[in-house]
């Protein structure tokens, strides 16, 4: 009884299945930022190519919020315990057990939406 | 008050409580004196900043805003405008780390003494728990001003149990409160710090006191008293609050020297910052956990140091039982090298924590 009170409720109400995270005019070309998925932090890629793409920004070691660093090579960097993850989200090196998990990027006009995949 | 007028009212409280049998159960307890008396200090040196805690936390609490929205602000609030807000806030951070330190000192001392031996197995075992309750204080402090180090670090903390098997991930969403940091983390980790974690280390401690002063103090194995023993009160007593003195003089030197910062506003969506560590006392944990790679044998490497970590505590809780010697009254030096040995790990990793 107790421990069904303490016990979290696992989804909450109201999270969205796909999100408006703006518009394709606010991502240049070859940027990538952290946009707002419900709760989560997603970083979206606009790649040099034009196209966009999005990963969870959630380090798969212990969660912290990833961050892109252009050099030496473009890739992401954890600044928690030093992993990190190609443009594709592989995890190369550090601690990372996983990849970053993708998301799924549609366009409607120049709206943009970010869903699980 | 004229004399009479206080004898007057020591009859009449005599009368109704025995005054004059706590007296004499407080100093029926002596304190022996030889050549390591100097580690008694740090149990009470270990009160005294619980008690500082308890008093700053109380005030503290007259301000703080569980909530996320608000807590950074009120921070900042109780900091910038509330009269001598700064200097609260500092005492009650400083004595933080001076509590854990003093706690540590006093914890590796009686180890080395072997003052579990019977007949306080029990106060070890208690001793133990406030260990625990006293780290359990640390990290849910930590999340309270909400800002970007005290974030990043409590998620980082709150994620590393979850290698556990079975209980591991609902652990970790028993003290989130949900799958993110965010309002209900916050509500819980204040709801530990102030209420759930304090009284229950108010009992441990009334317990540890009173067994103490049942079965008074030990004399380590092998050691000759060099004096004769002093009763513990009024003579040590007195003692030990020169001792407080001089603690409470070096925490307030610390507090106004050296304020406790507070950093930027947490952000859940900005990037970690580089640099983020938790505070001294976890480094141990950090470091091992960033020395033992990800994959060991197959095996998750937090896995490993967890399940490492809580075999070792639960023996650590049972030394008692397993130093057989020192429970025959003899000595047994291989728990003296394990107790060294375990010291310098501890500041081997907390030096090499903080400065790599
Ligand atoms: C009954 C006892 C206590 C109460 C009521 C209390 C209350 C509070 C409150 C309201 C805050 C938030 C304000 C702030 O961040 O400055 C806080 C922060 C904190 N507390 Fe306590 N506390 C108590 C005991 C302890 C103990 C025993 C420890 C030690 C191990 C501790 C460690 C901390 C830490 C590390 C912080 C964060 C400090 C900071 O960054 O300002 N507290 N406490
Ligand atoms: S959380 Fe990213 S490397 Fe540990």
């Given at each position: 009884m107790v421990l069904q009170y303490v016990t979290p409720v696992a989804e909450k109400a109201?999270?969205?299945?796909?999100?408006?995270?703006?518009?394709s005019g606010d991502f240049a070309e070859g940027s990538v930022k952290i946009v707002r998925f419900n709760r989560e932090p997603v970083l979206l890629i606009h790649t040099s190519t034009g196209q966009f793409r999005a990963l969870s920004a959630r380090c798969?070691?212990?969660?912290?919020?990833?961050?892109?660093?252009?050099?030496p090579v473009p890739h992401f960097g954890c600044n928690c315990h030093g992993s990190q993850f190609d443009m594709n989200g592989v995890n190369i090196s550090g601690p990372a057990p996983r990849p970053l998990p993708p998301y799924r990027v549609t366009l409607s006009g120049s709206s943009i939406y970010v869903a699980k995949p | 008050m004229s004399i009479l007028r206080t004898a007057r009212l020591k009859k009449w409280i005599d009368e109704r409580v025995p005054l004059e049998d706590i007296r004499a159960f407080l100093s029926s307890k002596e304190v022996p004196r030889h050549r390591h008396s100097f580690w008694y200090y740090f149990g009470g040196m270990t009160l005294f900043f619980f008690a500082v805690q308890l008093v700053t936390g109380i005030l503290l609490s007259l301000y703080y805003q569980p909530a996320s929205e608000h807590a950074y602000e009120s921070v900042r609030h109780?900091?910038?405008?509330?009269?001598?807000?700064w200097l609260i806030r500092s005492l009650h951070a400083w004595s933080a780390h001076l509590m854990v330190l003093m706690l540590l000192i006093h914890m590796f001392s009686v180890f080395l003494m072997k003052a579990y031996r019977k007949p306080r197995e029990m106060m070890w075992l208690s001793g133990v728990v406030l260990l625990l309750l006293v780290l359990g204080f640390g990290f849910t402090g930590y999340l309270l001003p909400w800002d970007t180090k005290s974030y990043f670090a409590t998620l980082i903390g709150s994620e590393v149990p979850k290698s556990l098997p079975l209980l591991g991930s609902w652990g970790v969403s028993l003290i989130k409160g949900a799958d993110y940091i965010g309002e209900e983390t916050l509500i819980r980790m204040y709801s530990l710090h102030v209420i759930i974690l304090p009284l229950t280390a108010v009992l441990f401690i009334t317990f540890h006191l009173l067994h103490n002063q049942y079965s008074g103090v030990s004399v380590p194995v092998g050691t000759a008293e060099t004096k004769p023993a002093v009763p513990f009160f009024p003579n040590f007593a007195y003692r030990d609050m020169l001792a407080w003195l001089a603690g409470f003089a070096v925490l307030i030197a610390l507090a106004t020297i050296v304020p406790r910062d507070l950093g930027e506003k947490a952000d859940p969506m900005a990037s970690a910052p580089a640099g983020i560590k938790p505070e001294w006392y976890f480094l141990p944990l950090y470091q091992t956990l960033r020395i033992v790679p990800s994959n060991l044998f197959a095996v998750n490497g937090e896995l490993i140091v967890n399940g490492a970590v809580g075999i070792l505590i639960a023996l650590w809780a049972l030394i008692p039982f397993i130093d057989r010697k020192s429970a025959k009254g003899l000595k047994s030096p291989i728990f003296t090298a394990i107790g060294i040995c375990i010291i310098l790990y501890l500041a081997g990793t907390i030096l090499a924590g903080y400065f790599t």
């Amino acid at each position: 009884m107790v421990l069904q009170y303490v016990t979290p409720v696992a989804e909450k109400a109201g999270a969205r299945q796909s999100v408006l995270v703006g518009q394709s005019g606010d991502f240049a070309e070859g940027s990538v930022k952290i946009v707002r998925f419900n709760r989560e932090p997603v970083l979206l890629i606009h790649t040099s190519t034009g196209q966009f793409r999005a990963l969870s920004a959630r380090c798969t070691h212990l969660g912290c919020v990833v961050q892109y660093q252009e050099s030496p090579v473009p890739h992401f960097g954890c600044n928690c315990h030093g992993s990190q993850f190609d443009m594709n989200g592989v995890n190369i090196s550090g601690p990372a057990p996983r990849p970053l998990p993708p998301y799924r990027v549609t366009l409607s006009g120049s709206s943009i939406y970010v869903a699980k995949p | 008050m004229s004399i009479l007028r206080t004898a007057r009212l020591k009859k009449w409280i005599d009368e109704r409580v025995p005054l004059e049998d706590i007296r004499a159960f407080l100093s029926s307890k002596e304190v022996p004196r030889h050549r390591h008396s100097f580690w008694y200090y740090f149990g009470g040196m270990t009160l005294f900043f619980f008690a500082v805690q308890l008093v700053t936390g109380i005030l503290l609490s007259l301000y703080y805003q569980p909530a996320s929205e608000h807590a950074y602000e009120s921070v900042r609030h109780i900091v910038n405008e509330i009269p001598q807000g700064w200097l609260i806030r500092s005492l009650h951070a400083w004595s933080a780390h001076l509590m854990v330190l003093m706690l540590l000192i006093h914890m590796f001392s009686v180890f080395l003494m072997k003052a579990y031996r019977k007949p306080r197995e029990m106060m070890w075992l208690s001793g133990v728990v406030l260990l625990l309750l006293v780290l359990g204080f640390g990290f849910t402090g930590y999340l309270l001003p909400w800002d970007t180090k005290s974030y990043f670090a409590t998620l980082i903390g709150s994620e590393v149990p979850k290698s556990l098997p079975l209980l591991g991930s609902w652990g970790v969403s028993l003290i989130k409160g949900a799958d993110y940091i965010g309002e209900e983390t916050l509500i819980r980790m204040y709801s530990l710090h102030v209420i759930i974690l304090p009284l229950t280390a108010v009992l441990f401690i009334t317990f540890h006191l009173l067994h103490n002063q049942y079965s008074g103090v030990s004399v380590p194995v092998g050691t000759a008293e060099t004096k004769p023993a002093v009763p513990f009160f009024p003579n040590f007593a007195y003692r030990d609050m020169l001792a407080w003195l001089a603690g409470f003089a070096v925490l307030i030197a610390l507090a106004t020297i050296v304020p406790r910062d507070l950093g930027e506003k947490a952000d859940p969506m900005a990037s970690a910052p580089a640099g983020i560590k938790p505070e001294w006392y976890f480094l141990p944990l950090y470091q091992t956990l960033r020395i033992v790679p990800s994959n060991l044998f197959a095996v998750n490497g937090e896995l490993i140091v967890n399940g490492a970590v809580g075999i070792l505590i639960a023996l650590w809780a049972l030394i008692p039982f397993i130093d057989r010697k020192s429970a025959k009254g003899l000595k047994s030096p291989i728990f003296t090298a394990i107790g060294i040995c375990i010291i310098l790990y501890l500041a081997g990793t907390i030096l090499a924590g903080y400065f790599t």
